[in-house]
C-alpha cells in the first residue's frame, strides 16, 4: 500500500511563493511518474503538473507554465512542485498523486492519492 502526504499549503499574497512536498511511503517511488493535480471550490479536479520516474521529463498546464517547477527527489521519496508569481485563480486544493499507466493528464490515469493541502493566494 503507498501512501502520499502533501505539505507546504498556506496563505500567500499574489505574487508570491510556496513551495508544496509530498512524501512518499514504500520502495517503489523512483518506478512510477508522479504528478500533481489540484481542485479549486466548486470545480472539478485538474492537472497541474507532472514528472517522469527518473525526474527526466516534465509536463505543465499551460495555466502554469513558467510559473511552477515540479521536481522529484528519489533518494528521499518526495515529490515538490516550486509555485512563484501566484494568482487568485491559484487557489485550490493541491494534491501529488501516483500514475499507474506512465500518462498524467487526466485523473483516471492516477492510482494512489494523498489527502491534499491548501493554498489560499489573497489579491
Known amino acids: 500500500q503507498v501512501q502520499l502526504a502533501e505539505s507546504g499549503g498556506g496563505l500567500v499574497q499574489a505574487g508570491g511563493s510556496l513551495r508544496l512536498s509530498c512524501a512518499a511511503s514504500?520502495?517503489?517511488?523512483?518506478?512510477?511518474?508522479m504528478g500533481w493535480f489540484r481542485q479549486a471550490p466548486g470545480k472539478e479536479r485538474e492537472f497541474v503538473a507532472a514528472?517522469?520516474?527518473?525526474?527526466?521529463?516534465?509536463y505543465y498546464a499551460d495555466s502554469v507554465k513558467g510559473r511552477f517547477t515540479i521536481s522529484r527527489d528519489n533518494a528521499k521519496n518526495t515529490l515538490y512542485l516550486q509555485m512563484n508569481s501566484l494568482k487568485p485563480e491559484d487557489t485550490a486544493v493541491y494534491y501529488c498523486?501516483?500514475?499507474?499507466?506512465?500518462?498524467?493528464?487526466?485523473?483516471?490515469?492516477?492510482?494512489?492519492w494523498g489527502k491534499g493541502t491548501l493554498v489560499t493566494v489573497s489579491s
Open positions: 498523486a501516483r500514475s499507474k499507466n506512465g500518462r498524467f493528464l487526466s485523473t483516471g490515469d492516477m492510482d494512489y
Open positions: 514528472i517522469s520516474r527518473t525526474g527526466g521529463t516534465t
Open positions: 514504500g520502495r517503489t517511488f523512483s518506478s512510477y511518474g
